[in-house]
């Protein structure tokens, strides 16, 4: 029997890197789509506040919505919602009628179902 | 004449190699990795393997185990990156291209190799005021806890738990704040709030809220996946949040609506 030899670390081995799970990929979607929304409602709260100055302001102001840019970050606004609503029912089945889950399987369904609704918008002719 | 009863240990020859590739195992030590090569042998568990290395390989091999059979809960180890006992684990059923990667416990110090020291853990199973609490006079406070009762229900679906360490390992919110109480410590904290005789329970609430406590857990279901008992500290956890919500919304409602004397 030989006795053992120093090797390289393997790839994934750092200590404290346990794999990567589903659980933890819904809970990082979930924050970061979040904060999408949560920077998206001051842009908001504005778009709203130039109607106070006149139509003609407020028109100007969406004027910016044809901006290709602007289209994109719609679509990805309309899906980071539709993501942050279905993981935040998930989460609100857990814990509230404490359902053990397929993991990757009902957090699969719901990036599906986020990403699903962001389709339908882009269909809808955004 | 005390001889020593002969068992199947690891080691013994009488267990015979099993036919196949040698295992590589990896097992981390002093900042890096040692491989150790290992016969394949039937029905062999990780915790075999480490013992046949230590006995036949490397004497100075540090790990931990006391029962092999399940009831201890002191030889969990993170087997290629996941949190799982030892003794329960089949080589068969977890290795990987005829490999092996072993490493102490994720979110405890590191005693030695595969060792780790499980004191901040049970520090913290006192912090959530694990232990029950008897009022006063306990003969007089007797309490008949009907078997069917939701409260012992919610108690019976944790009280399993034997403190091996793998839910507070896989918990990735304790290795963000190391100050987190973690699933096990919760989870006790859960099945003595559903204990009618529990004399504790504003101590306990207050112990187990705030930024260490039940409202950190992000649900990720790491701790309930992993349990080797099949325990759900997850929906524990989901007790307390709803426990302790509606004790602060009561201390709100005493505060703010409380008739006048």
């Not at chain 2, 020593?4 to 009488?14: I, K």
């Not at chain 2, 099945?191 to 009618?196: K, R």
């Amino acid at each position: 029997m030989s006795a053992g030899t120093q090797t390289a670390p393997p790839r994934r081995g750092a200590r404290g890197a346990a794999r990567p799970r589903a659980g933890f990929a819904a809970a990082l979607l979930h924050r970061l789509s979040g904060i999408a929304l949560a920077l998206f409602l001051p842009m908001h709260f504005i778009a709203l506040g130039t109607v106070l100055q006149g139509a003609d302001r407020l028109e100007s102001f969406l004027g910016l919505t044809h901006n290709g840019f602007v289209r994109v970050a719609e679509w990805g606004l309309v899906s980071a919602l539709a993501l942050h609503l279905v993981l935040g029912l998930r989460v609100l089945a857990i814990e509230w009628f404490a359902r053990r889950e397929r993991t990757a399987l009902v957090v699969s369904t719901c990036v599906a179902a986020g990403l699903a609704v962001g389709l339908l918008f882009l269909l809808g002719g955004a | 004449m005390n001889a020593p009863v002969s068992t199947a240990s690891p080691a013994d020859p009488t267990v015979e190699a099993a036919p196949g590739a040698p295992l590589t195992v990896r097992i981390r030590r002093d900042g890096g990795f040692q491989a150790f090569t290992v016969a394949r042998r039937p029905a062999q568990t990780i915790l075999d393997v480490v013992t046949e290395i230590q006995r036949a390989q490397d004497p100075t091999l540090a790990y931990r185990f006391a029962c092999r059979v399940g009831m201890c809960g002191s030889c969990a180890m993170m087997v290629n990156g996941r949190p799982r006992w030892t003794c329960r684990t089949r080589v068969a059923a977890v290795a990987e291209d005829d490999g092996l990667t072993l490493e102490p416990l994720r979110n405890l110090p590191v005693v030695k190799d595969l060792a780790v020291d499980m004191a901040p853990f049970f520090e913290k199973w006192t912090a959530a005021h694990g232990a029950f609490e008897p009022g006063a006079a306990p003969p007089a406070d007797f309490a008949a806890v009907a078997p069917d009762s939701p409260e012992r229900r919610a108690v019976d679906a944790g009280i399993e738990c034997i403190n091996c360490g793998v839910c507070y390992a896989a918990c990735d919110v304790v290795t963000w704040n190391p100050d987190y109480l973690g699933p096990a410590a919760l989870n006790r904290a859960w099945t003595l709030v559903n204990d009618v005789r529990d004399r504790g329970q504003e101590g306990r609430l207050a112990a187990v809220s705030g930024d260490a406590g039940c409202q950190s857990c992000h649900t990720h279901m790491s701790c309930t996946e992993h349990c080797p008992k099949a325990l759900a500290p997850t929906f524990a956890i989901a007790g307390l949040k709803r426990a302790t919500a509606r004790s602060a919304l009561k201390r709100l409602g005493a505060r703010h609506f409380r008739r006048p004397a």
